[in-house]
């Protein structure tokens, strides 16, 4: 069962970062392009692309109930940074505030991640340039070369769970009880999630 959720998580946050990442990549690449064609082009997905978030914090929450804390140890800073970018890119695209607004939000979350992958780590600062520099490719595979676009889904989606991987989470799981009684849900739903999803990308940006 503790299998089962490791995987529940891994592919849950591999499919945030891999189609999040594309809205916080066109953001970064506002200053360099046709700022509302980018915008248009993005705008049909970046709401229901953050539900992966959503579900990874519930999954962390109800499968990994002690993981939290370990996560946030150290990293009060880093994730103040994200929850700023995360609220401030949705509101900005959202809203259609000024472009600046949108780029400055994209540019807070990529730099919140790269500076959480080089926590994960433990690594030195310039890995945290790493995100950002993935995001951004994404972001222009999705609005000029769409053929490029699962490999760079594979490039934004990985770095993050693997650094997960050096995490020991034993002893921070829920008791096997509870993790049965979610695996009831979660095993039909989010296979059906996981297609439709990557369904409505890749239909809606041929």
Avoid at 16 to 22: D, E, I, K, V
Wanted: glycine fraction near 8%; charged fraction near 10%; charge should be neutral.
């Amino acid at each position: 069962m503790e299998a089962l959720w490791l995987t529940v998580l891994g592919v849950l946050t591999v499919g945030y970062f891999a189609l999040a990442g594309f809205d916080y990549g066109s953001g970064l690449l506002l200053p360099f392009s046709r700022r509302e064609a980018v915008l248009h082009r993005m705008t049909p997905f970046f709401l229901g692309n953050e539900v992966w978030l959503v579900a990874v914090v519930g999954v962390l929450f109800a499968a990994f109930p002690r993981l939290e804390g370990e996560l946030l140890s150290g990293a009060h800073s880093t994730f103040t940074l994200l929850l700023a970018g995360l609220v401030l890119f949705m509101a900005s695209v959202q809203l259609r505030l000024w472009w600046w607004l949108v780029f400055t939000g994209a540019l807070m979350v990529s730099a919140g991640w790269g500076l959480f992958l080089v926590h994960l780590l433990d690594a030195p600062w310039p890995v945290a340039f790493v995100m950002p520099v993935l995001f951004a490719l994404h972001g222009w595979a999705f609005q000029h070369r769409k053929a490029l676009f699962p490999v760079t889904a594979a490039l934004c989606g990985l770095p993050i769970p693997l650094a997960f991987s050096s995490i020991d989470v034993t002893g921070l799981m829920a008791h096997p009880d509870t993790l049965g009684l979610l695996a009831w849900v979660a095993i039909p739903v989010i296979p059906l999630v996981v297609v439709l999803q990557w369904s409505i990308v890749v239909l809606s940006s041929r």
